[in-house]
């Protein structure tokens, strides 16, 4: 890698957040997902292969992965491209360098960063002081790559996800935050089921309120799932969460059992970003049920990511 700043001569297209992505573009990146699944990586067409095997993706990880790290690994090099990761706490960062500064440094050494962040406004810095381009591989406030690979299965299973109906039950989270922004750029209907005290607050709702899908917000989860394509949930308790035990309480409600799949579609599916705690957010016989695509989804995170790296590398 020439250590230059001639990255800084073109716009780099980064990846922060569904709604900030303009919706031909995400449906271009969707339908490459699509194909590049269908394709075999070990012979993929030139336009998509990174020719010079120097392009290097850096991953930089706040907080423990797998999905998120494997499918970004195995994403890049099956472009052709490299990997390098980054552990946060082992970085200047951890110590006190300015994210700007990171920025800038990154920018001389890679072509292109992933980071899974504790905070979405270092995201967004970084981005901002980044001549390379910048994936958000989740942040506090949203989760974009997860939700294309959840499109990505749907359309898989059920058909084109426009005018559908998809379903989230408890915790108003990043996942969640996610999914609020796919409903307006992907025209489906999102029902939410949260707890009054875990539902979507502050730029949440104001994303709901400017979104142009039809998204309802609810506290009652059989309403919410009625007639519904497909149900989705999460862990009740996430990395940093405190409170643990009353979260637990407010949730129990939530849980997506027999009874709550039931007042869904006859065909509907059943979604998880994973990694699941059985027996809590979701019981055992739905997630290892035949309504559950759990690991097509998981599966289907390497496509997304791969998708999305050519996109940001204007491979396509």
């Known amino acids: 890698m020439n250590l230059s700043n001639d990255k800084t001569k073109t716009t780099p297209r980064h990846f922060i957040d569904i709604h900030e992505t303009p919706a031909s573009e995400l449906r271009k990146i969707i339908n490459l997902a699509h194909s590049m699944k269908k394709m075999d990586p070990k ?43 980054l552990n946060a706490n ?19 050494f890679v072509d292109i960063v992933m980071i899974r962040s504790n905070s979405h406004s270092d995201l967004e810095e970084l981005a901002e002081h980044a001549s390379i381009p910048v994936i958000n591989g989740l942040t506090n406030f949203s989760h974009p790559c997860q939700i294309l ?26 996942v969640a935050t996610s999914w609020i ?40 989860p059989m309403e919410a799932v009625a007639d519904s394509d497909c149900v989705v949930t999460d862990t009740w308790v996430s990395m940093g969460d405190e409170d643990i035990e009353r979260r637990k309480e407010l949730l129990t409600p939530y849980q997506v059992n027999a009874d709550l799949m ?12 994973l990694p699941a705690h059985r027996e809590e957010e979701v019981t055992s016989d739905i997630i290892d049920g035949p309504q559950s695509v759990v690991f097509d989804e998981a599966e289907n995170r390497l496509h997304a990511q791969k998708a999305v790296l050519a996109w940001c590398l204007q491979l396509v």
Do not use: Y
């Open 43 to 85: 012979h993929l067409p030139d336009h998509l292969s990174l020719q010079d095997d120097l392009t290097v993706l850096a991953m930089i990880f706040e907080k423990p992965s797998t999905r998120t790290r494997l499918s970004f690994d195995m994403a890049m090099r099956q472009l052709r491209g490299k990997t390098t990761i």
């Open 90 to 108: 082992d970085m200047q960062l951890g110590r006190g360098e300015s994210i700007a500064d990171t920025a800038k440094i990154l920018s001389r």
């Open 149 to 174: 690979a959840d499109i990505m299965t749907f359309e898989e299973k059920l058909g084109p996800i426009k005018g559908r109906t998809v379903s989230w039950v408890g915790d108003g989270n990043n």
């Open 181 to 220: 922004h796919a409903a307006s750029q992907f025209g489906f209907t999102l029902k939410l089921a949260c707890p009054t005290e875990l539902s979507p607050t502050g730029q949440q709702l104001e994303d709901i309120k400017n979104s142009n899908g039809t998204i309802i917000l609810t506290s009652a």
């Open 262 to 273: 039931k007042k869904a579609s006859k065909n509907a599916i059943f979604m998880h970003c």
